[in-house]
């Protein structure tokens, strides 16, 4: 944490009826109670509290009651209204049980007037000069989201936070499935807004991702299609107000679902970068994805639980018992480039942190690597020899950008990835028998290691490919809306008794189905920013909550 440094302002203040000493410097808010006795050289620790000026939400003189009484309680109210002109309130973040931030409030007690405008005019000074904190926000809810409670959410727990801390916003309901989407690509006047706020699940950040990428690429005149281009990075960073069935987005960058600690990281300006990984096909643009793509089971988990909408974040779990007991297999040959030059492997015990180490080295190593692309046409980082493959019958190929920790599985689908690093990690989960394939998947939500079994490979890569065993010869499968009815849906269930798989699974990209099985996928590392600063750890939760150790 930054050092105290010169003192801004240092009086003595009452906190209700207790004399405190209270200071402000450029990065902290400061009051310790005043102890007398000649015992106490230093103050004890339970009396000392600090907040970083930072985390302050708001600061305000506390309002004067208008009141018309008269009579002996006349005189009462005019002197509680005296004391309350020489009040302000300091509202500020408080850190709760994992990982939840609440708003909490001290109100200081002036011995004038003057004296607490000028406490309040230089917090507020030190308030503004923090650049990173939005001002005026874009804000899409969707109302269909989750439990259907995305509206509710917005106007009860976050709206009033925004309101307190001077955001101003501008809110759009959407009114149908890719209307955030299209409303970014073409129609939003991005300029005037410092960050877009998405009130919905995974499928719902899916939207807001496409629409700013697309949007961006557009701006700079960048080919999004091929999958040889290297995109340009979003300006506006992204805020998640968790409203939908998974949220795993939000669980792994924030370290919990939960609106009001979305909402104060906003407030603060907290940024998170992350890695996007873009989906081609035939070098054509699919799909951008964050956190899971995954082929087989959690492919049929997704196109089976699209038909469940209607039971909300219920239905993968009845989707995800259906599959298992189903256990279909697919045949097809994975490609991928293992990372090179980085730091950290997807069986590391160390995790993506706040302030992560690894992901600051590796996105240094891969702006480099992109500007030594740039000198040297002849560089050539991804030389067809270093490229491996793997082929067989899975019962998944997950890849996972993040640790896409979520409630389901709080240590995520690959616990070591990271969220800024430049790779993703493929997840390769072999043919196996019910019982194993049931081992690895409860290992997810307990501490054994769920890559520790003979069937399971795992590799951080920078880029893969798929193509399915049908379509090895032409890797294209763009087949007809008809065709594909057939292959993806009524196979097996027109013959329940034939044991038989069907050739193709689908990928589940964030949430959304995708309609193309043969992809090609490449990782750009720290394309987006989020509202968000990692999971933190206890011991950064130790040194930045009050109280103080002088
Ligand atoms: C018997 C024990 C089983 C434990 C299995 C653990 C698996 C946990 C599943 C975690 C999935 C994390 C990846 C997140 C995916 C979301 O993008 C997606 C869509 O989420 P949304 O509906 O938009 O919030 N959700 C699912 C389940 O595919
Ligand atoms: N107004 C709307 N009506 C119907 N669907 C919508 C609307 N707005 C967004 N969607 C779509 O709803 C889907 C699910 O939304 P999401 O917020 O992720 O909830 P969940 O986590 O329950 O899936 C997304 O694919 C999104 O495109
Ligand atoms: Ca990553």
């Given at each position: 944490m930054e050092r105290p440094g010169r003192l801004l302002q240092l009086s003595e203040l009452r906190v209700r009826n207790t004399a405190y000493e209270v200071s402000l410097s450029r990065s902290l808010l400061t009051w310790k109670k005043r102890v007398s006795s000649s015992v106490y050289h230093t103050f004890k620790p339970s009396l000392c509290h600090?907040?970083?000026?930072?985390?302050?939400?708001?600061?305000r003189e506390e309002e004067e009651n208008s009141s018309k009484d008269d009579g002996s309680w006349r005189k009462i109210r005019e002197r509680q209204e005296r004391d309350c002109r020489r009040a302000f309130t300091v509202s500020y973040v408080e850190r709760g049980r994992n990982h939840r931030w609440r708003c909490a409030e001290v109100s200081f007690i002036c011995p004038d007037a003057s004296l607490c405008q000028r406490w309040v005019h230089s917090i507020l000074e030190q308030l503004a000069a923090l650049s990173c904190r939005p001002k005026h926000l874009l804000v899409y809810i969707n109302p269909h989201g989750g439990k259907k409670q995305g509206n509710r959410i917005y106007e009860q727990k976050v709206a009033p936070l925004f309101a307190q801390a001077g955001v101003t916003t501008q809110v759009i309901v959407t009114e149908y499935a890719n209307h955030a989407r299209d409303h970014l690509r073409t129609d939003a006047e991005l300029k005037q807004f410092d960050g877009v706020v998405c009130v919905g699940g995974d499928g719902m950040f899916s939207e807001i991702l496409h629409g700013l990428i697309w949007r961006m690429q557009l701006d700079s005149a960048v080919n999004p299609n091929s999958p040889e281009e290297a995109l340009q990075p979003c300006?506006?960073?992204?805020?998640?107000?968790?409203?939908?069935?998974?949220d795993c987005i939000c669980f792994a960058t924030v370290g919990t679902n939960d609106p009001v600690t979305s909402a104060l990281h906003i407030i603060v300006g907290d940024s998170q970068p992350m890695d996007v990984c873009s989906v081609h096909h035939n070098d054509s643009f699919l799909k951008y994805s964050v956190s899971l793509l995954g082929y087989g089971f959690f492919g049929d988990v997704l196109s089976d639980s699209e038909r469940k909408r209607w039971m909300g974040p219920a239905r993968y779990d009845l989707s995800g018992l259906k599959m298992f007991l189903t256990h279909h297999y697919y045949e097809g040959t994975v490609s991928y480039l293992p990372a090179k030059g980085i730091m950290g492997t997807p069986r590391d015990s160390g995790r993506c942190r706040s302030g992560c180490v690894v992901c600051e080295?590796?996105?240094?190593?891969f702006t480099q690597k992109g500007e030594k692309y740039k000198l040297d046409e002849s560089f050539d980082t991804e030389s067809d020899d270093e490229w491996r493959t793997v082929r067989g019958k899975f019962l998944a190929i997950n890849a996972a950008s993040m640790s896409c920790a979520c409630p389901r599985t709080p240590k995520g689908l690959s616990p070591a990835a990271h969220l800024?690093?430049?790779?993703?990690d493929l997840i390769l989960v072999r043919k196996c028998s019910r019982f194993d394939f049931l081992r690895h998947l409860i290992r997810h939500t307990s501490k054994d290691d769920q890559f520790d079994l003979a069937f399971v490979e795992v590799h951080r890569v920078s880029r893969f490919r798929f193509v399915p065993r049908q379509c090895q010869s032409d890797s294209d499968l763009n087949l007809p809306e008809a065709h594909k009815r057939q292959i993806f849906g009524p196979l097996c269930r027109d013959h329940p008794a034939c044991g038989c798989s069907p050739h193709y699974s689908s990928w589940n990209c964030d949430g959304e189905v995708l309609n193309h099985t043969a992809i090609d996928v490449r990782v750009h590392c720290q394309l987006i920013k989020l509202f968000a600063r990692g999971i933190e750890e206890m011991t950064v939760l130790e040194e930045v909550t009050s109280p103080c150790a002088i």
């Open positions: 600090s907040v970083a000026v930072s985390e302050i939400i708001s600061v300006s506006l960073r992204i805020g998640i107000i968790p409203a939908g069935s998974t080295y590796n996105g240094e190593a800024a690093d430049g790779t993703t």
